[in-house]
């Protein structure tokens, strides 16, 4: 793969990129309209759709940082996003350009003052995996292999810069209106800062693999503080196949169903438990070893659930919940999913909304075991996010609503729901982390 000598850093360069890249959506657009003569509307828009996606995601792959962070978290927004986009832009879970190899070694010199061929007994510069933020290579120091996570130079500075260029396409995209709605751009704001503090992961990984470490056919890596430093990570480097490369070929429905309980036991254990959870769960954080244990990785989005949000949500999850009028209501105004300032139509629409989600969402929740196979459940969701998402009356009214912790908790389930469902997983005991001690 085509390595990148320079990334683009300023606010200039990196707004001049998206500019050049919005007058090439242009032009797919003059053809669209062209094809519309001579294909269905249906063929043309497809077309529409590749074009833009493969524009917008060269773009992204050349930025980097937050740009195609935004994109890969887009990526899990299946029944938000036509195929196309969904299918380009999770190519930036584990599928970028990588840095030079002169641009590695001004990173260690930066960083710890030495090369990395100084510091570990052997330091392969070409990176083995690249994805939004930062890159990984293969090491070895004292017969130990070792991955080191390098991050792109300029990433964190760009950060407020990269999300003021992408607001307007989320605005318009999510609907979001309301003089309030900065909350929601600070909370994603405030998690990449978060995510580009590389000595505020090695301490979030290394709280985590304490705390977790005792559930079954979980794995994780050994960090190591000496060999890190604000840009750059070193970690054991873990043996196994990614997910999505597990589940394309799997054919074992029992090694499937371990790694689904394992996989649901961890996020059920942190959401409950330690109410800071993974918030980041997309298949390139997770591998599959030989012996069949799920490994998972990347500790840089950990995100806490505050008790005030704890309660109200967990609680609108329940069937009774969702049964009683009254308390439904009450959870929807303490979660801020309706607002004091909706009309009548408001209160009315979004309640209803809401309701049909929620009753089809949570269903997980109502049983001991469910089985994260069935097609129909996830069907279901994805019909009704297409639905609502066309619904003309919902483009009408303010979509601002929720609080500010809806954004990665709804991404943890959303994510932790289709990796279940990649896996095949079934007979999962829902309540099985409180056995776990």
Known sequence: MKTIDKIPVSKISRATKLVSTGAKVGVNYLKYYGDKLTKSEVEAKERLNKNNADDIYDSLKQLKGSALK???????????????????????????????????KKTFKKYFGQLPSQIFDTFNLNSVNAASIGQVHLAEKDGKKLAVK??????????????????????????????DSDKYFKEVENKLIEETNYILEVQQSKEIVKACKHIPNLKFPEYYEDLSSERIITMDWMEGEHLSEFTADNTNQELANQLGQALWDFY??????????????????FLVSKKGELIALDFGCMKTVPEDFYTPYFELAKKESLENKDIFTKKMFELEILREDDS??????????FHELLSLFTQ?????????????????????????????????????????????????FFGLYNLMFDLKAKDIKINNFKNLK
């Open 364 to 412: 997980p929740f109502h049983v001991e075991t469910f089985d994260f196979s069935d097609p129909e459940f996830f069907n279901a969701i994805s019909e009704m996010g297409q639905r609502y998402s066309k619904n003309t009356e919902l483009r009408k009214m303010n979509g601002n609503r929720g609080s500010k912790h809806f954004i990665y908790i709804n991404r943890t």
């Open 344 to 353: 009548l139509e408001e209160l009315e629409f979004f309640s209803a909304m």
């Open 150 to 179: 390098i991050q792109y130079p300029g990433v964190a500075e760009s950060i407020s810069s990269d999300l003021a260029l992408v607001k307007p396409i989320a605005i318009k995209m999510f609907n979001i209106k309301g003089k």
């Open 70 to 104: 935004v994109a890969q978290m887009l990526s899990m927004e299946k029944s938000i996003l036509p195929q196309a986009y969904v299918e380009k832009f999770s190519l930036a879970q584990f599928s970028v350009p990588p840095l030079s190899a002169p641009l590695v």
């Open 268 to 285: 059920m254990y942190q959401m409950h438990v330690l109410k800071k959870v993974h918030a980041d769960p997309h298949p390139g954080n």
